[in-house]
């Protein structure tokens, strides 16, 4: 959309792309800021703080952009737009706003602001956000009218959700499903029923392949047991290290749980990195869902 305004955009990501949904558009992606100032047309001795800006979208820190990324942009301009509830404010511009339901929400209102309609593509796109961070739908509550009138313009522009639901749910491979069927056999209720626990070994991400994850197919067949308040899921990433998601409804709020470890995200999905072992972290966390749930 900014290149109808004169402006030459280049997309930048190192990735990864290996979730199936999103593993079509990584060739229009620059791995690093070298490579979008080459794809930009910058000469290699122009000046990028006198050439360029950067727009941040969906991080709710520096740390989200990768330390790597945040060297090469040290010196540029940045603003930021983002919709997550924790994190530590950066950027010389931001847009934050924690009440919306995705970053590309807030983009197009941008887009509206500035009177730039988008292209059927870029309709799909920006639902396609709106329906990732919302479980296609499923997490907006009764302060989610203005939103969907939003995402019914997105359909006027060309969007599908029929489309859009294949993309997100199919092309996935029989390994996904396997996988999911062992996660999901290990899960274990605590309190009461209110909290569900399930983890994934390192071994099952070395055999299935992280691209086989399907995180949300798993909450929300936990979520449909009569009960269930939150979950807790932990994946072994590495030796010693653990990637710990944290999903709930209603009013807990994870996302200060998450924060209290040193990670963030929404009041209802949020997340960390545990340094330490699986069991360790389950440990830790059973401790502090202790008193969420006394």
Known sequence: ALTRTGK????????????????????????????????????????????????????SSPERIGSSF??????LPVAVIDHHASGLPFGDVSF????????????YQLMKKLDISPTPDEAE????????DTGYFRHLDSEGADSMKL??????????????????????????????????????SNFNGRCISIYETIDEKKSFGAENRDSDTIYSQLFAVRGCEAVIFIREEA????????????????GSVAKSFGGGG????????????????????????????K
């Open 8 to 59: 030459t955009a280049v997309l930048c990501s190192p990735g990864p792309f290996i979730r199936p949904e999103i593993k079509e558009i990584e060739s229009m992606f620059a791995k690093s800021i070298n490579e979008a100032a080459e794809r930009a047309g910058l000469a290699a001795d122009a000046s990028p703080a006198e050439k360029a800006a950067v727009i941040i979208v969906d991080c």
């Open 70 to 75: 945040a060297d090469d942009i040290r010196n």
């Open 96 to 107: 934050v706003n924690s009440s919306s339901p995705s970053t590309t929400v807030m983009i």
């Open 125 to 132: 796109d920006l639902l396609f956000g709106f329906l990732t």
């Open 151 to 188: 995402a019914a313009e997105l359909i006027d522009f060309g969007a599908s959700l029929k489309d859009l639901y294949n993309r997100m749910y199919g092309g996935r491979e029989l390994d996904s499903k396997v996988l999911t069927g062992r996660v999901l056999s290990r899960a274990v």
């Open 239 to 254: 030796e010693g290290e653990c990637s710990v998601s944290l999903r709930s409804r209603d009013n807990i709020d994870v």
């Open 266 to 293: 929404h009041m209802r999905a949020a997340g960390f990195v545990w340094k330490g072992s699986r069991e360790d972290a389950a440990a830790e966390l059973e401790r502090v869902f202790a008193e969420v749930f």
